[in-house]
Nanobody, 114 residues
């Protein structure tokens, strides 16, 4: 059974930081690309960042220089370090495993507000 479980979301003030984690099981983690998406209320889900099985990373323009994706293959976990958070970063954040199949986590809420 495939499971992706996000954690680390919460309420943070503008300019603050959060670190999201996505623990996986049931997949060959090291062979899969991983991604973080987000969906704000009333908006479509958008791609935030990806990391290939080899560690190559990509970011949406809106988060470049502020967010960092990383992975720990020994722990089957992908991370998203989010710094200098803005109110417009408020969304539910989802991790996804990109392989032969795409698997999604349940999401974790990030709220940036003073």
């Amino acid at each position: 059974q495939v499971q992706l479980v996000e954690s680390g979301g919460g309420l943070v003030q503008p300019g603050g930081s959060l670190r999201l984690s996505c623990a996986t099981s049931g997949i060959i983690f090291s062979a899969n690309a991983m991604a973080w998406y987000r969906q704000a209320p009333g908006k479509q889900r958008e791609l935030v960042s990806t990391i290939s099985d080899g560690g190559r990373t990509n970011y949406a323009d809106s988060v470049k220089g502020r967010f960092t994706i990383s992975r720990d293959n020994a722990k089957n976990t992908v991370f998203l370090q989010m710094n200098s958070l803005k109110p417009e970063d408020t969304a539910v954040y989802y991790c996804a495993s990109i392989g032969v199949h795409v698997y999604w986590g349940q999401g974790t809420q990030v709220t940036v507000s003073s």
